[in-house]
Nanobody
């Protein structure tokens, strides 16, 4: 099993920046992909960005050029640097890791709120 602890959410004005962190513990050697999803009220959860163990990244079109995902394998931590934030980025952000340990698995963090408002 993998446990995830997120931090870094908060309230920020439009145009501002935030950095989210997600630290993994447990069966960390089995993790292949680490990523961030978000869910706004009344909307489905959507992928924001993910990154493989070899640092291949994937971004939602809506955040390309503004958000950067990175990963520190030594610290078992994934980061999401969010710049030029917009009100439509307001959502509950979830850390997610995927891997394989006998069978494929997907683990979720508890979520951290990001609110972009003036």
């Amino acid at each position: 099993q993998v446990q995830l602890v997120e931090s870094g959410g908060g309230l920020v004005q439009p145009g501002g920046s935030l950095r989210l962190s997600c630290a993994a513990s447990g069966s960390i050697s089995s993790i292949t992909v680490m990523g961030w999803y978000r869910q706004a009220p009344g909307k489905q959860r959507e992928l924001v960005a993910d990154i493989t163990r070899r640092a291949m990244t994937n971004y939602a079109d809506s955040v390309k050029g503004r958000f950067t995902i990175s990963r520190d394998n030594a610290k078992n931590t994934v980061y999401l640097q969010m710049n030029s934030l917009k009100p439509e980025d307001t959502a509950l952000y979830y850390c997610n890791v995927k891997g394989y340990q006998v069978v494929p698995f997907s683990s979720w963090g508890q979520g951290t709120q990001v609110t972009v408002s003036s």
